[in-house]
């Protein structure tokens, strides 16, 4: 079986500022994971993935995701925040199948 | 370019309707997925297919049907037992089933009037 809880619904930051996305995870198996992120009424972009290689992940627009199996998160984050970071963001692990989590805003202050 | 084009965008279906949601892939992937997504749910995944001829049902997929004719499309059909079928209805492909990366069409929005 596996889960994956995003555990803010939103999160509003000002620009400039750091952003922390938080996600946890659950697998039987050694876990692909993903962070997508959906602008409004467009598909999703991946953003970055962790397929069991380095721990800390760089994806792009300067988001990167740090896999720490001890904790089972998955949290993406960003140094400084921008107005077009604004969007829905996805986490999604693979284990055996594919299970997304159920987003998190994020709103961006100017 | 390759990518993912579903079609059409925004479609309106009158109740006791079927309607179909193209998706078409040049991307030579195996693996392609539908998923529908409301808000605050997430995607749940309706229908999948690995190879042509051959495809799964998902977490949702009573009211729906799809067909894999060919490796580059993957129609989804919203029958009339679908029972609350607005929702915005996304594509995706990816080289094999899950573990890879998946790519994502543009989305098809389905509202039934």
């Known amino acids: 079986a596996q889960s994956v809880t995003q555990l803010d619904s939103h999160v509003s930051v000002s620009e400039g500022t750091p952003v922390l996305l938080r996600c946890n995870y659950s697998?039987?198996?050694?876990?692909?994971l993903f962070w997508y992120v959906q602008h409004p009424n467009k598909g999703l972009q991946l953003l970055l993935k962790?397929?069991?290689?380095?721990?800390l992940v760089k994806g792009i627009n300067g988001f990167e995701a740090e896999f720490k199996k001890s904790e089972t998160s998955f949290h993406l984050t960003k140094p400084s925040a921008h107005m077009s970071d604004a969007a829905e963001y996805f986490c999604?692990?693979?284990?055996?199948?594919?299970?997304f989590g159920a987003g998190t805003i994020l709103r961006v202050k100017s | 370019d390759g990518g993912i084009t579903q079609s059409p965008k925004y479609l309106f279906r009158k109740e006791g309707q079927n309607v179909t949601l193209s998706c078409e892939q040049n991307?030579?992937?195996?693996?392609m997925y539908w998923y529908r997504q409301d808000p605050g749910q997430g995607l749940r995944l309706i229908y999948y297919?690995?190879?042509?001829?051959?495809?799964q049902k998902g977490d949702i997929a009573e009211g729906y049907s799809v067909s894999r004719e060919k490796k580059e499309s993957f129609p989804l059909t919203v029958t009339s037992a679908q029972k609350n079928p607005t929702a915005f209805y996304l594509c995706?492909?990816?080289?094999?089933?899950?573990?890879?990366?998946?790519?994502f069409g543009e989305g098809s929005w389905l509202t039934v009037v």
């Open positions: 995706a492909s990816s080289g094999f089933l899950g573990g890879n990366t998946i790519y």
């Open positions: 697998s039987s198996y050694s876990p692909s």
């Open positions: 962790y397929t069991s290689a380095a721990t």
């Open positions: 999604v692990v693979y284990g055996n199948k594919l299970v």
């Open positions: 991307l030579n992937h195996d693996a």
């Open positions: 297919s690995q190879i042509v001829n051959d495809f």
